[in-house]
């Protein structure tokens, strides 16, 4: 019996990679999902609510090598060690097209600096959203996009890498690729600093309509500004397309 830990922050991705572990059915397996300590969404879903499913993968390393053959990172807030890493195979399903979009928030900065923009599973090294490439694919990316349009076509190319490729990655019966360069790389700071807008900065409207609708995402607070009285100002935009 293989034993595999999906540690999962991500309450919608939860659903449809649960589906595809039914769909396999595969009998020779035994699946643990698990959330990080962080609170999300996902602590109050059905599965979860009881509070016996977080795992601290920093501070657990023994006892996950000790215990799995196989982890899996699905939208996780935590960082995997080098120690984990090294001593059990580790497969990351990111939401950006390595090596193009690696770290935080890929979608923002493929509209900001228009790039190009996927889903990529693959075997995790003790860099962030780095190493062998198992499978990846591009999704389209439009000028009537905002970052929450584009980051659910993200998801949907996810869920079907991790479809196609499911016997092979569970098996470890596939030929990974190493990324053709370093690529691109942002943190959560790089994006926070984004989101505060200066109402003095020059540029082009593009430069501008690219930026808020980078920072558009749903019912997210990102984009503000800070008004005469200091006074946080936070907005989006809401984009349609002619004849829909």
Not at 38 to 62: C, M, P, R, S, Y
Not at 94 to 116: D, E, K, M, S, T
Not at 200 to 208: A, D, L, M, R, S
Request: hydrophobic letters at 40%; glycine letters at 4%; charged letters at 30%.
């Amino acid at each position: 019996m293989k034993k595999i830990l999906v540690v999962i922050d991500n309450v919608i991705q939860y659903e449809g990679i649960k589906q595809i572990f039914e769909k396999y059915n595969r009998i020779d397996i035994e699946i643990n999902f698990c959330h990080s300590t962080t609170k999300t969404a996902i602590w109050e879903h059905q599965d979860f609510v009881d509070g016996t499913k977080k795992v601290d993968v920093l501070n657990d390393v023994a006892k996950i090598i000790a215990k799995y053959d196989l982890v899996f990172s699905v939208h996780c807030l935590q960082f995997f060690p080098k120690e984990l890493v090294q001593n059990l195979r580790c497969i990351n399903i990111h939401p950006g097209y390595n090596p193009i979009n690696r770290g935080w928030y890929p979608q923002v900065f493929a509209i900001i600096h228009n790039l190009p923009i996927g889903a990529t599973i693959h075997e995790m090294d003790e860099k962030l959203d780095n190493g062998p490439i198992i499978a990846r694919k591009f999704v389209e990316k439009h000028d009537w996009d905002t970052s929450y349009s584009i980051y659910e076509r993200v998801l949907k190319a996810e869920l079907e890498l991790f479809d196609e490729n499911f016997d092979a990655i569970i098996d470890n019966k596939y030929t990974p690729v190493l990324p053709e360069s370093k690529g691109n790389f942002y943190v959560k700071k790089d994006f926070e600093n984004l989101c505060k807008i200066d109402m003095n900065e020059v540029g082009t409207f593009k430069q501008f309509y690219d930026k808020a609708r980078a920072l558009s995402h749903n019912d997210f607070k990102n984009a503000y500004f800070i008004n005469d009285e200091g006074k946080k100002i936070f907005f989006k935009v809401e984009i349609g397309i002619e004849n829909e």
